[in-house]
T-cell receptor, first 116, second 114 residues
Framework: GAVVSQHPSWVICKSGTSVKIECRSLDFQATTMFWYRQFPKQSLMLMATSNEGSKATYEQGVEKDKFLINHASLTLSTLTVTSAHPEDSSFYIC????????????FGQGTRLTVV | AQSVSQHNHHVILSEAASLELGCNYSYGGTVNLFWYVQYPGQHLQLLLKYFSGDPLVKGIKGFEAEFIKSKFSFNLRKPSVQWSDTAEYFCAVGYGGATNKLIFGTGTLLAVQP
């Protein structure tokens, strides 16, 4: 199947700083990317949907000014957690939907964020 | 709010035992149904999916799932598990015809003992 890569796999940052997470589709063009968050022992929760070249659509309760999403190219979407706080510590996962592929999105390996 | 429930959080089986993992969802309209698997240290991978047609769906690695609309269920089954099936399994539902905007269950961690 197609490959989606996230970077970094894990990151520790100080409270108040910003962290950028990258999601790349390595062997296909991703017209749509999804960002999920998973807290311990909980479901993956969809945060936002981003389409290449347009603004992301955020789910209810997700602060768009805190979680900045950029999908500037067909192979890269970034999630920036601004002014991170310990409660933002979580597992962030992206998935990518290819051009012409309407039934399956491919997932990255996830990024473990710890804010201290 | 739409929700997806996986009844078993942690299952331990011996090799060759049969497996059934439960999944129920809350919405009565059009749904698309998925099971994903995450092997240790790896990405989420699609096991199988149901959009329409035969409610018994066969996926990779000998897994199958049955959609029972009246019970809002999509249980995952495998007649004989192997040690290599040790992984976490997630049920996911796309509501209102959405194929990739998914709501996930909390996951079931399966440990198969050799």
């Amino acid at each position: 199947g197609a490959v989606v890569s996230q970077h970094p796999s894990w990151v520790i940052c100080k409270s108040g700083t910003s962290v950028k997470i990258e999601c790349r589709s390595l062997d296909f063009q991703a017209t749509t990317m999804f960002w999920y968050r998973q807290f311990p022992k909980q479901s993956l929760m969809l945060m936002a949907t981003s389409n290449e070249g347009s603004k992301a659509t955020y789910e209810q309760g997700v602060e768009k000014d805190k979680f900045l999403i950029n999908h500037a190219s067909l192979t890269l979407s970034t999630l920036t957690v601004t002014s991170a706080h310990p409660e933002d510590s979580s597992f962030y996962i992206c998935s990518a939907l290819g051009r012409g592929t309407s039934t399956e999105a491919f997932f990255g390996q996830g990024t473990r964020l710890t804010v201290v | 709010a739409q929700s997806v429930s996986q009844h078993n959080h942690h299952v331990i089986l011996s090799e060759a035992a049969s497996l059934e993992l439960g999944c129920n969802y809350s919405y009565g309209g059009t749904v698309n149904l998925f099971w994903y698997v995450q092997y240790p240290g790896q990405h989420l991978q699609l096991l199988l999916k149901y959009f329409s047609g035969d409610p018994l769906v066969k996926g990779i690695k000998g897994f199958e799932a049955e959609f029972i609309k009246s019970k809002f269920s999509f249980n995952l089954r495998k007649p004989s598990v192997q040690w290599s099936d040790t992984a976490e399994y997630f049920c996911a539902v796309g509501y209102g015809g959405a194929t990739n905007k998914l709501i996930f269950g909390t996951g079931t961690l399966l440990a198969v003992q050799p």
